[in-house]
C-alpha cells in the first residue's frame, strides 16, 4: 500500500477491491454503531479504556508480525518470547540474578535486558530464515516450543508475584489520564507505519516479500533486512510480554503470551496484509485487532460466551482473507 | 518399514530411522527396563494418538497445505465422543471420528472452494474447533461411561498389544499403500511438487485436496476418540499444541514442507523418535543424577527439531548443487 | 486438399472486458502437419491456444476437429480429446519420477494397485520412440529442460494425441537440444500427429515447419506453406508494416562497430566456478558493447552472476577500474557501479507488486535517502525524466509495473540501472520476449548508451543482435572463452563457427 495512486485501469472487480480497502474500517464501525445501540454503557470512558488495554499487546505484537509477513515471513514465536521477557524481567528487579540496590536502576536494567534478549531470539528465527533458508514457520516453530521450556525452565514453572509500582507503571500507569501501555501502542503502530512508507528499509521490506530475487539483485541486503524484521518482531514480543505482566502484577511463564501468534495473525490477516507479501497495512493491523476486539467485546457485553466469540473470530478472518482474495483476482 | 518403495525423498528416509535406532539403543544401554514391556507398551499407547495426527499431517503438508486444526479437532472430538460414549463404543468412537471428518470438510472446503491459503484457513477452523469444544463441554472436562466397551478403545488390549496403537498401525498400513500404491496417493504428491502442472495433467487437485483435508480432520478425531477412551475423559483444552507437535514430527521424518516429497514410515519414526526422547528424559530423572523438571521436555523437542531442520538446509543446498543429468 | 484438415477453426471471436483478443480467427491444420502459428505479442495466439485446450471458452465461432464440432471446458477433456498442449514452462511435476509424470492420469493397475513395473516399462516404450534411454525412476528435476520437454511429448503421445501444440518449446533450449526437438517433431509426423508449432525464431519454422499461419490484432492475416514465403515476407507480414532496412539489418544496431571506446574498465582471467563457468576471460571498455556469445548453458549467465557478486568465482581474478575486484554481494557490485538487467524478467527483475517509480528505484533509493528516509521528491524527479526518456507507456509512475508489457517492464529495469549513472551495464538478453516494436527502441537506446561513453556487455542469444549490436564479441562454449571477435572479424558465420567448434584457438576448445 506504499503507492499513493491507483492505477487508473482495472480492477474488473471493483466491489471487491472497494472491501478489500474498506471492509475493515466499514465493519469496525457498524459494530461500534451496533454497540451503542445494544451495549449498555458502551459510549463510556472506561468501556474504552477496557478495550483499548486488552487489545494493546495484540496490536504491539500484531506490528511486529505485519513486518515479518510483509517480507513473506511468519514469526510463530512470538507468544514463546513474550513469555521468556515476561519470566526474565521480574527475575532482574526481583534480585534474582543478580543485587541491585536501586529499585529505579533495577527496573530499568530489567526492561532493558529483557526486551534486548527477547529482540536477540528474534534475531535467531531471522538468522535461521535468512542464512540457511530455512522456511520461516518451521525456523520459528523452533523457538514456539523450545522459548515457552525456556521461560519455564527459568522460573521452574512458578508465579513469580511481585508488586513493584515503577516497573508495573508500563502497564498501570497514565499520562494525561491516557494509559501508558496504549501510549506505547500509539508510538509503536505510528512508527512502523511511518517507516513501512517512508524509509529505505520499508521499501525493502515490501520489496524482498514483493520478489526476493528481484530485490536482491537490485542490491537490497535481502538478509539483513529480514533479521532486522525479525528481531523487530522479537523486541515488540518482548515489550508486549512486560505490559501482561506489569498489569497482572505477576508473571507466569506457562500463560504469558499464550496464543498470541493466532492473535497477531488474525489481526493482520483481517486488517488486509497480503500473506504472502508484498503489501502492508499497519493501519490495517490496528483496525483487524480492535475489530476482532470489539466482535468480541459485543458478544461477552451480551452475555455471548467467549468460546462462541472464538468461533466468530474464525468466520471473520476467512470472510477478510476471501475478499482480500476476491480482489486480488480481479 | 512401511512404504519406503517409490519413495525418493531428497533426504531419503533413512536418517530417522537411524537416529530412532541410536536414541533406543543409547535408553537400552543406559537404563534397566528401557525396553521392558511395560515401557514399550506405555510409549505406544499414548504416542499412538499423535502418530494418528502426524499422518493426516503428512498427507497435508504433501500436497504443500498445512492443517492447525488438528489439535483443536481432536479436543473437539473427543468432547462429542465422550458424550457419545454412553451409547456404546460404536457411537462413541462413530460421532469422535464424525465430528473430526466435519471438522476436515470444512477445512477442505474453505481450501478448495474460497482458495483461502491452508495456513489461514485452518488456523480459522481451529479457533472454531477449540470454541466449540468448549462450548460442547461447559469449559469442564467431560467424563466418558465405563458402563459400555468406550474405554477399551484407549486403554484396551489386543494380542498383547495396546489397542491404539493397533488402530495407528493399521492406519500408518494403510496410509503407506495409498501414497504408494494408488494414483490417489501419487496426485498427493504431484500436487505438492506442481499444482498447476498437476491440473494441466488432468489430474483431480481439488478432488484429492478435499480428500486430503477431510481424511486429516477425520484421523484427528480419532485421536480425539483414543484420547478420551485413554484418559477416560473429553478434554476440551487438551490438544493444544498437537498440531505443532505433528509438523515437528513431519518435518523429523523428512517430509518438506515445501510439499512434493514425503513419506509415511518416516513420520512414524519421526513421531516416535520425538516420543522416546521424553520417555529417555523421564527414566533420566529416575536415575537420579540429574534432575530435570518436565520443562525440558519442550526446550529439549525445539532443539531436536533446530538440528534437523539445520541439517535438512544442509542437504537441500547440496542437492541443489548437483547439476542436472542430460540425457542426450 | 487431397485430404479432410484435422482441426479446423473459422471466425473465432473472444473479447475480454472492453478488449478483443480474437476478431474472427481462422486456422486449418491437416493431418500429419507440423503448422506454425505465429504473430506478435498479442495477435491472439496464445487466446487461441488456449480455448482450443480448453481453459477459456470462445465468445463465437466454429471449431472442427476430426471432422466434429469441438467444444472442450478443461484441459482435461482436451487432453481425452485427442489434443495435448506443451507449455513454455514445462507443466510436469518436477519432484515426482519421469514415470509417474508420464503415465499419470492413465495409470496401469494391477488389483487396483498401481502397477510399478508396467508403467516403469510404458514409459520406457515412450521414451524410446525418441532414442532416449534414462532411468525412468528418477525425478523429473534430475533431468534438464531438453530431456523434460521430451518427457513432456512422450506424456502426449501416450495419451493418444492427434494434435500436439507447443509453446515456444525451444525457448530455453540450446540449439544441439533443439535439433533433438525438431527430430521428434519430424517424427510425430511420419506418424500422422499434427503439430501447430509457435515460436519467435524464424529460422526453427523454416526447418521444421510445413505451413504458417499468420496472425496480427486477433485475425488470421495469411496462411499459406512454409516454402511460398520468405523471411523478410513473413516478419512484415506479421508486423503490418514495411520494416525499414538498412543494408540487410535486421535489428536497430547501427552495426558499425565505430563506438569511441576508451580504457578497460572491466577485465576477468581464468574465472572458475562449477561446472558451467571452468576458464573465462573477457574485458569491456568504455564505451564499448562487448557481446558474449555462445549457446544456452555456455556459461554466459554464471559468468555475469560472478561479475555482479550474485555469485562468488572459485577461481580467476577480476579486475574493475585498474583494480581486483571481489564483489560478495549484488550491493558491493552496485556500489562499485555496475548495473545488471537479468534475462528472467519475472522472476529476477520486477516486484510485481509495486509500482513502476518503486521499481525504478528500488537500486538507486538507498542512495537518495537521508538518514535512512527516503527523498520522495528527487526520486519522483527521476522516475519522470526516466518514463519520458525511454518511453514507457503507462498510465503514471503509479501505476502496478505488472500491468505494463514486457517491453515497457524491461524498460523501466533499464532506468532502474540508469538511474544509478553505473559505469558498467550488463545486459542479459534484453529483448527476449518483447514484441518487435519494443525491441528496436531498446536497441536503439543501448546504442546511444555507448556512444555517450557507456561500457555494455551484451548477452544475447540472437545472433543478429550480436553480430550487429557489438564492436567486440567473446564467443564462450561450455565455460570456456574460446574466441575473442573485434571489429571486422564479427559476423555471424564466425560467431557461428566458435559456437559450435571453438573457434580459432582449438587449443583451448576441447574435441
Same mark, same amino acid.
Given at each position: 500500500?506504499?503507492?499513493?495512486?491507483?492505477?487508473?485501469?482495472?480492477?474488473?472487480?471493483?466491489?471487491?477491491?472497494?472491501?478489500?480497502?474498506?471492509?475493515?474500517?466499514?465493519?469496525?464501525?457498524? &459494530?461500534?454503531?451496533?454497540?451503542?445501540?445494544?451495549?449498555?454503557?458502551?459510549?463510556?470512558?472506561?468501556?474504552?479504556?477496557?478495550?483499548?488495554?486488552?487489545?494493546?499487546?495484540?496490536?504491539?505484537?500484531?506490528?511486529?508480525?505485519?513486518?515479518?509477513?510483509?517480507?513473506?515471513?511468519?514469526?510463530?514465536?512470538?507468544?514463546?518470547?513474550?513469555?521468556?521477557?515476561?519470566?526474565?524481567?521480574?527475575?532482574?528487579?526481583?534480585?534474582?540474578?543478580?543485587?541491585?540496590?536501586?529499585?529505579?536502576?533495577?527496573?530499568?536494567?530489567?526492561?532493558?535486558?529483557?526486551?534486548?534478549?527477547?529482540?536477540?531470539?528474534?534475531?535467531?528465527?531471522?538468522? &535461521?530464515?535468512?542464512?540457511?533458508?530455512?522456511?520461516?514457520?518451521?525456523?520459528?516453530?523452533?523457538?514456539?516450543?523450545?522459548?515457552?521450556?525456556?521461560?519455564?525452565?527459568?522460573?521452574?514453572?512458578?508465579?513469580?508475584?511481585?508488586?513493584?509500582?515503577?516497573?508495573?507503571?508500563?502497564?498501570?500507569?497514565?499520562?494525561?489520564?491516557?494509559?501508558?501501555?496504549?501510549?506505547?501502542?500509539?508510538?509503536?503502530?505510528?512508527?512502523?507505519?511511518?517507516?513501512?512508507?517512508?524509509?529505505?528499509?520499508?521499501?525493502?521490506?515490501?520489496?524482498?516479500?514483493?520478489?526476493?530475487?528481484?530485490?536482491?539483485?537490485?542490491?537490497?541486503?535481502?538478509?539483513?533486512?529480514?533479521?532486522?524484521?525479525?528481531?523487530?518482531?522479537?523486541?515488540?514480543?518482548?515489550?508486549?510480554?512486560?505490559?501482561?505482566?506489569?498489569?497482572?502484577?505477576?508473571?507466569?511463564?506457562?500463560?504469558?503470551?499464550?496464543?498470541?501468534?493466532?492473535?497477531?495473525?488474525?489481526?493482520?490477516?483481517?486488517?488486509?496484509?497480503?500473506?504472502?507479501?508484498?503489501?502492508?497495512?499497519?493501519?490495517?493491523?490496528?483496525?483487524?485487532?480492535?475489530?476482532?476486539?470489539?466482535?468480541?467485546?459485543?458478544?461477552?457485553?451480551?452475555?455471548?460466551?467467549?468460546?462462541?466469540?472464538?468461533?466468530?473470530?474464525?468466520?471473520?478472518?476467512?470472510?477478510?482473507?476471501?475478499?482480500?482474495?476476491?480482489?486480488?483476482?480481479? | 518399514?512401511?512404504?519406503?518403495?517409490?519413495?525418493?525423498?531428497?533426504?531419503?528416509?533413512?536418517?530417522?530411522?537411524?537416529?530412532?535406532?541410536?536414541?533406543?539403543?543409547?535408553?537400552?544401554?543406559?537404563?534397566?527396563?528401557?525396553?521392558?514391556?511395560?515401557?514399550?507398551?506405555?510409549?505406544?499407547?499414548?504416542?499412538?494418538?499423535?502418530?494418528?495426527?502426524?499422518?493426516?499431517?503428512?498427507?497435508?503438508?504433501?500436497?504443500?497445505?498445512?492443517?492447525?486444526?488438528?489439535?483443536?479437532?481432536?479436543?473437539?472430538?473427543?468432547?462429542?465422543?465422550?458424550?457419545?460414549?454412553?451409547?456404546?463404543?460404536?457411537?462413541?468412537?462413530?460421532?469422535?471420528?464424525?465430528?473430526?471428518?466435519?471438522?476436515?470438510?470444512?477445512?477442505?472446503?474453505?481450501?478448495?472452494?474460497?482458495?483461502?491459503?491452508?495456513?489461514?484457513?485452518?488456523?480459522?477452523?481451529?479457533?472454531?474447533?477449540?470454541?466449540?469444544?468448549?462450548?460442547?463441554?461447559?469449559?469442564?472436562?467431560?467424563?466418558?461411561?465405563?458402563?459400555?466397551?468406550?474405554?477399551?478403545?484407549?486403554?484396551?488390549?489386543?494380542?498383547?498389544?495396546?489397542?491404539?496403537?493397533?488402530?495407528?498401525?493399521?492406519?500408518?498400513?494403510?496410509?503407506?499403500?495409498?501414497?504408494?500404491?494408488?494414483?490417489?496417493?501419487?496426485?498427493?504428491?504431484?500436487?505438492?511438487?506442481?499444482?498447476?502442472?498437476?491440473?494441466?495433467?488432468?489430474?483431480?487437485?481439488?478432488?484429492?485436496?478435499?480428500?486430503?483435508?477431510?481424511?486429516?480432520?477425520?484421523?484427528?478425531?480419532?485421536?480425539?476418540?483414543?484420547?478420551?477412551?485413554?484418559?477416560?475423559?473429553?478434554?476440551?483444552?487438551?490438544?493444544?499444541?498437537?498440531?505443532?507437535?505433528?509438523?515437528?514430527?513431519?518435518?523429523?521424518?523428512?517430509?518438506?514442507?515445501?510439499?512434493?516429497?514425503?513419506?509415511?514410515?518416516?513420520?512414524?519414526?519421526?513421531?516416535?523418535?520425538?516420543?522416546?526422547?521424553?520417555?529417555?528424559?523421564?527414566?533420566?530423572?529416575?536415575?537420579?543424577?540429574?534432575?530435570?523438571?518436565?520443562?525440558?521436555?519442550?526446550?529439549?523437542?525445539?532443539?531436536?527439531?533446530?538440528?534437523?531442520?539445520?541439517?535438512?538446509?544442509?542437504?537441500?543446498?547440496?542437492?541443489?548443487?548437483?547439476?542436472?543429468?542430460?540425457?542426450? | 486438399?487431397?485430404?479432410?484438415?484435422?482441426?479446423?477453426?473459422?471466425?473465432?471471436?473472444?473479447?475480454?472486458?472492453?478488449?478483443?483478443?480474437?476478431?474472427?480467427?481462422?486456422?486449418?491444420?491437416?493431418?500429419? +502437419?507440423?503448422?506454425?502459428?505465429?504473430?506478435?505479442?498479442?495477435?491472439?495466439?496464445?487466446?487461441?491456444?488456449?480455448?482450443?485446450?480448453?481453459?477459456?471458452?470462445?465468445?463465437?465461432?466454429?471449431?472442427?476437429?476430426?471432422?466434429?464440432?469441438?467444444?472442450?471446458?478443461?484441459?482435461?477433456?482436451?487432453?481425452?480429446?485427442?489434443?495435448?498442449?506443451?507449455?513454455?514452462?514445462?507443466?510436469?511435476?518436477?519432484?515426482?519420477?519421469?514415470?509417474?509424470?508420464?503415465?499419470?492420469?492413465?495409470?496401469?493397475?494391477?488389483?487396483?494397485?498401481? @502397477?510399478?513395473?508396467?508403467?516403469?516399462?510404458?514409459?520406457?516404450?515412450?521414451?524410446?520412440?525418441?532414442?532416449?534411454?534414462?532411468?525412468?525412476?528418477?525425478?523429473?528435476?534430475?533431468?534438464?529442460?531438453?530431456?523434460?520437454?521430451?518427457?513432456?511429448?512422450?506424456?502426449?503421445?501416450?495419451?493418444?494425441?492427434?494434435?500436439?501444440?507447443?509453446?515456444?518449446?525451444?525457448?530455453?533450449?540450446? +540449439?544441439?537440444?533443439?535439433?533433438?526437438?525438431?527430430?521428434?517433431?519430424?517424427?510425430?509426423?511420419?506418424?500422422?500427429?499434427?503439430?501447430?508449432?509457435?515460436?519467435?525464431?524464424?529460422?526453427?519454422?523454416?526447418?521444421?515447419? @510445413?505451413?504458417?499461419?499468420?496472425?496480427?490484432?486477433?485475425?488470421?492475416?495469411?496462411?499459406?506453406?512454409?516454402?511460398?514465403?520468405?523471411?523478410? @515476407?513473413?516478419?512484415?507480414?506479421?508486423?503490418?508494416?514495411?520494416?525499414?532496412?538498412?543494408?540487410?539489418?535486421?535489428?536497430?544496431?547501427?552495426?558499425?562497430?565505430?563506438?569511441?571506446?576508451?580504457?578497460?574498465?572491466?577485465?576477468?582471467?581464468?574465472?572458475?566456478?562449477?561446472?558451467?563457468?571452468?576458464?573465462?576471460?573477457?574485458?569491456?571498455?568504455?564505451?564499448?558493447?562487448?557481446?558474449?556469445?555462445?549457446?544456452?548453458?555456455?556459461?554466459?549467465?554464471?559468468?555475469?552472476?560472478?561479475?555482479?557478486?550474485?555469485?562468488?568465482?572459485?577461481?580467476?581474478?577480476?579486475?574493475?577500474?585498474?583494480?581486483?575486484?571481489?564483489?560478495?554481494?549484488?550491493?558491493?557490485?552496485?556500489?562499485?557501479?555496475?548495473?545488471?538487467?537479468?534475462?528472467?524478467?519475472?522472476?529476477?527483475?520486477?516486484?510485481?507488486?509495486?509500482?513502476?517509480?518503486?521499481?525504478?528505484?528500488?537500486?538507486?533509493?538507498?542512495?537518495?535517502?537521508?538518514?535512512?528516509?527516503?527523498?520522495?521528491?528527487?526520486?519522483?524527479?527521476?522516475?519522470?525524466?526516466?518514463?519520458?526518456?525511454?518511453?514507457?507507456?503507462?498510465?503514471?509512475?503509479?501505476?502496478?509495473?505488472?500491468?505494463?508489457?514486457?517491453?515497457?517492464?524491461?524498460?523501466?529495469?533499464?532506468?532502474?540501472?540508469?538511474?544509478?549513472?553505473?559505469?558498467?551495464?550488463?545486459?542479459?538478453?534484453?529483448?527476449?520476449?518483447?514484441?518487435?516494436?519494443?525491441?528496436?527502441?531498446?536497441?536503439?537506446?543501448?546504442?546511444?548508451?555507448?556512444?555517450?561513453?557507456?561500457?555494455?556487455?551484451?548477452?544475447?542469444?540472437?545472433?543478429?543482435?550480436?553480430?550487429?549490436?557489438?564492436?567486440?564479441?567473446?564467443?564462450?562454449?561450455?565455460?570456456?572463452?574460446?574466441?575473442?571477435?573485434?571489429?571486422?572479424?564479427?559476423?555471424?558465420?564466425?560467431?557461428?563457427?566458435?559456437?559450435?567448434?571453438?573457434?580459432?584457438?582449438?587449443?583451448?576448445?576441447?574435441?
Amino acid at each position: 500500500m506504499a503507492a499513493g495512486s491507483r492505477p487508473s485501469q482495472k480492477p474488473d472487480r471493483p466491489i471487491y477491491a472497494f472491501l478489500d480497502r474498506y471492509a475493515t474500517l466499514i465493519v469496525l464501525v457498524l &459494530l461500534i454503531l451496533l454497540n451503542i445501540a445494544i451495549t449498555p454503557n458502551f459510549l463510556s470512558v472506561q468501556t474504552l479504556n477496557v478495550n483499548l488495554t486488552q487489545v494493546c499487546t495484540i496490536v504491539i505484537v500484531a506490528v511486529g508480525m505485519t513486518l515479518v509477513i510483509a517480507t513473506g515471513g511468519i514469526d510463530l514465536s512470538v507468544g514463546s518470547l513474550m513469555a521468556i521477557a515476561g519470566a526474565l524481567a521480574p527475575m532482574i528487579f526481583m534480585g534474582k540474578i543478580f543485587g541491585i540496590e536501586h529499585v529505579g536502576l533495577a527496573v530499568g536494567l530489567a526492561i532493558i535486558l529483557s526486551v534486548a534478549v527477547a529482540g536477540a531470539l528474534g534475531a535467531f528465527n531471522g538468522w &535461521l530464515v535468512a542464512t540457511f533458508h530455512i522456511q520461516p514457520i518451521v525456523a520459528t516453530l523452533v523457538l514456539f516450543i523450545a522459548g515457552r521450556g525456556i521461560a519455564q525452565v527459568m522460573t521452574n514453572g512458578n508465579l513469580q508475584v511481585f508488586s513493584v509500582p515503577e516497573f508495573q507503571f508500563i502497564g498501570l500507569g497514565r499520562i494525561l489520564g491516557l494509559p501508558f501501555q496504549v501510549i506505547i501502542m500509539a508510538v509503536v503502530v505510528v512508527w512502523a507505519a511511518w517507516m513501512l512508507r517512508r524509509t529505505v528499509f520499508g521499501r525493502q521490506i515490501l520489496a524482498i516479500g514483493g520478489n526476493e530475487k528481484a530485490a536482491e539483485l537490485a542490491g537490497v541486503p535481502v538478509g539483513r533486512v529480514k533479521i532486522a524484521v525479525y528481531a523487530i518482531s522479537g523486541l515488540l514480543a518482548g515489550i508486549a510480554g512486560l505490559i501482561v505482566i506489569a498489569i497482572n502484577s505477576a508473571s507466569d511463564a506457562n500463560l504469558v503470551g499464550l496464543g498470541m501468534e493466532l492473535d497477531a495473525i488474525a489481526a493482520v490477516a483481517v486488517g488486509g496484509t497480503l500473506l504472502s507479501g508484498g503489501r502492508a497495512s499497519i493501519w490495517g493491523t490496528l483496525l483487524g485487532a480492535l475489530t476482532i476486539q470489539i466482535v468480541r467485546y459485543t458478544l461477552l457485553a451480551n452475555g455471548v460466551p467467549d468460546a462462541a466469540a472464538m468461533v466468530v473470530k474464525a468466520a471473520i478472518i476467512i470472510a477478510a482473507v476471501w475478499i482480500q482474495r476476491k480482489a486480488r483476482a480481479s | 518399514m512401511i512404504g519406503m518403495a517409490g519413495n525418493r525423498g531428497l533426504m531419503g528416509s533413512y536418517g530417522v530411522v537411524v537416529a530412532l535406532m541410536l536414541v533406543i539403543l543409547f535408553g537400552w544401554l543406559r537404563y534397566d527396563n528401557f525396553l521392558s514391556p511395560f515401557n514399550v507398551m506405555s510409549v505406544l499407547r499414548y504416542n499412538s494418538m499423535f502418530a494418528l495426527v502426524a499422518l493426516g499431517m503428512c498427507f497435508v503438508i504433501m500436497t504443500e497445505g498445512i492443517d492447525l486444526s488438528v489439535g483443536a479437532n481432536a479436543a473437539m472430538s473427543s468432547v462429542v465422543a465422550a458424550h457419545a460414549s454412553h451409547y456404546g463404543l460404536v457411537p462413541g468412537l462413530a460421532a469422535g471420528v464424525g465430528a473430526g471428518l466435519v471438522v476436515g470438510l470444512l477445512n477442505g472446503l474453505i481450501v478448495t472452494r474460497l482458495k483461502i491459503m491452508p495456513f489461514i484457513a485452518t488456523l480459522a477452523t481451529m479457533l472454531a474447533a477449540g470454541g466449540m469444544a468448549l462450548l460442547l463441554s461447559g469449559n469442564q472436562s467431560i467424563p466418558v461411561s465405563y458402563a459400555t466397551s468406550f474405554t477399551w478403545l484407549g486403554q484396551g488390549n489386543l494380542f498383547g498389544l495396546p489397542v491404539p496403537a493397533l488402530i495407528a498401525a493399521v492406519a500408518y498400513v494403510i496410509g503407506s499403500v495409498i501414497l504408494n500404491r494408488t494414483s490417489a496417493g501419487r496426485t498427493v504428491l504431484a500436487i505438492g511438487g506442481n499444482e498447476e502442472a498437476t491440473r494441466m495433467m488432468g489430474l483431480p487437485v481439488e478432488r484429492t485436496l478435499m480428500v486430503t483435508y477431510i481424511a486429516c480432520g477425520g484421523l484427528a478425531g480419532l485421536a480425539g476418540v483414543i484420547l478420551a477412551a485413554q484418559f477416560g475423559a473429553g478434554q476440551p483444552i487438551e490438544g493444544k499444541g498437537w498440531e505443532l507437535f505433528a509438523i515437528a514430527s513431519v518435518v523429523v521424518g523428512g517430509t518438506l514442507l515445501t510439499g512434493g516429497v514425503g513419506s509415511v514410515g518416516a513420520t512414524l519414526a519421526g513421531v516416535l523418535l520425538l516420543g522416546v526422547l521424553f520417555t529417555i528424559l523421564n527414566f533420566e530423572n529416575g536415575k537420579g543424577w540429574i534432575s530435570l523438571s518436565a520443562y525440558w521436555q519442550s526446550v529439549i523437542r525445539g532443539f531436536f527439531l533446530l538440528v534437523v531442520v539445520l541439517f535438512q538446509a544442509r542437504l537441500a543446498r547440496k542437492h541443489a548443487a548437483q547439476p542436472a543429468v542430460s540425457a542426450t | 486438399m487431397t485430404q479432410p484438415p484435422l482441426l479446423r477453426i473459422d471466425n473465432l471471436h473472444k473479447r475480454f472486458g472492453g478488449t478483443v483478443a480474437l476478431d474472427g480467427a481462422e486456422i486449418e491444420v491437416a493431418p500429419g +502437419e507440423v503448422h506454425a502459428l505465429v504473430g506478435q505479442n498479442g495477435a491472439g495466439k496464445s487466446t487461441l491456444i488456449k480455448i482450443l485446450t480448453g481453459f477459456i471458452p470462445g465468445d463465437d465461432g466454429e471449431i472442427t476437429f476430426e471432422g466434429a464440432p469441438f467444444s472442450v471446458g478443461s484441459p482435461q477433456a482436451a487432453q481425452a480429446a485427442g489434443i495435448s498442449t506443451i507449455y513454455q514452462e514445462i507443466n510436469l511435476v518436477p519432484t515426482l519420477s519421469v514415470t509417474e509424470n508420464i503415465c499419470l492420469g492413465r495409470e496401469i493397475r494391477r488389483r487396483g494397485l498401481l @502397477d510399478w513395473r508396467g508403467m516403469r516399462a510404458e514409459a520406457e516404450r515412450l521414451l524410446a520412440k525418441f532414442n532416449m534411454s534414462i532411468d525412468v525412476s528418477r525425478p523429473l528435476s534430475d533431468f534438464s529442460t531438453a530431456t523434460q520437454q521430451m518427457i513432456a511429448i512422450a506424456r502426449a503421445i501416450g495419451f493418444s494425441a492427434r494434435l500436439v501444440i507447443m509453446d515456444e518449446p525451444t525457448s530455453s533450449l540450446d +540449439e544441439r537440444e533443439a535439433a533433438v526437438l525438431f527430430d521428434v517433431i519430424r517424427g510425430l509426423r511420419d506418424e500422422g500427429v499434427s503439430v501447430i508449432f509457435v515460436s519467435h525464431k524464424l529460422d526453427e519454422l523454416y526447418e521444421v515447419c @510445413d505451413r504458417v499461419t499468420i496472425m496480427r490484432d486477433g485475425r488470421t492475416i495469411r496462411a499459406c506453406a512454409m516454402a511460398e514465403i520468405g523471411k523478410l @515476407d513473413l516478419v512484415s507480414t506479421m508486423l503490418g508494416r514495411e520494416i525499414s532496412r538498412s543494408g540487410g539489418r535486421t535489428t536497430a544496431f547501427a552495426g558499425d562497430h565505430d563506438h569511441d571506446v576508451g580504457d578497460t574498465i572491466l577485465s576477468a582471467e581464468g574465472l572458475k566456478d562449477g561446472a558451467h563457468v571452468r576458464d573465462v576471460h573477457f574485458s569491456v571498455r568504455k564505451g564499448e558493447i562487448v557481446g558474449f556469445a555462445g549457446l544456452l548453458g555456455a556459461g554466459r549467465t554464471e559468468t555475469a552472476k560472478l561479475v555482479f557478486g550474485a555469485a562468488r568465482p572459485e577461481g580467476g581474478e577480476i579486475r574493475f577500474d585498474g583494480a581486483g575486484f571481489a564483489p560478495q554481494t549484488p550491493a558491493d557490485a552496485i556500489n562499485a557501479g555496475i548495473g545488471f538487467c537479468t534475462e528472467d524478467r519475472k522472476v529476477e527483475g520486477i516486484v510485481p507488486d509495486m509500482s513502476i517509480a518503486e521499481n525504478m528505484m528500488l537500486a538507486l533509493m538507498p542512495k537518495l535517502a537521508r538518514a535512512g528516509i527516503l527523498d520522495e521528491k528527487r526520486q519522483a524527479r527521476i522516475v519522470e525524466k526516466f518514463i519520458a526518456s525511454l518511453g514507457i507507456k503507462c498510465a503514471g509512475p503509479g501505476q502496478k509495473i505488472r500491468e505494463l508489457s514486457g517491453g515497457n517492464q524491461q524498460k523501466v529495469l533499464l532506468g532502474r540501472w540508469l538511474a544509478m549513472s553505473p559505469r558498467l551495464l550488463i545486459l542479459d538478453e534484453p529483448t527476449r520476449g518483447i514484441d518487435v516494436g519494443a525491441k528496436a527502441e531498446i536497441q536503439k537506446l543501448v546504442n546511444t548508451l555507448a556512444d555517450d561513453g557507456l561500457a555494455v556487455l551484451m548477452i544475447s542469444s540472437e545472433l543478429e543482435e550480436v553480430s550487429e549490436g557489438a564492436d567486440r564479441v567473446f564467443v564462450l562454449r561450455e565455460g570456456l572463452t574460446v574466441a575473442e571477435l573485434t571489429n571486422g572479424e564479427i559476423n555471424e558465420e564466425r560467431i557461428l563457427a566458435a559456437m559450435a567448434h571453438g573457434g580459432g584457438e582449438p587449443s583451448v576448445a576441447e574435441a
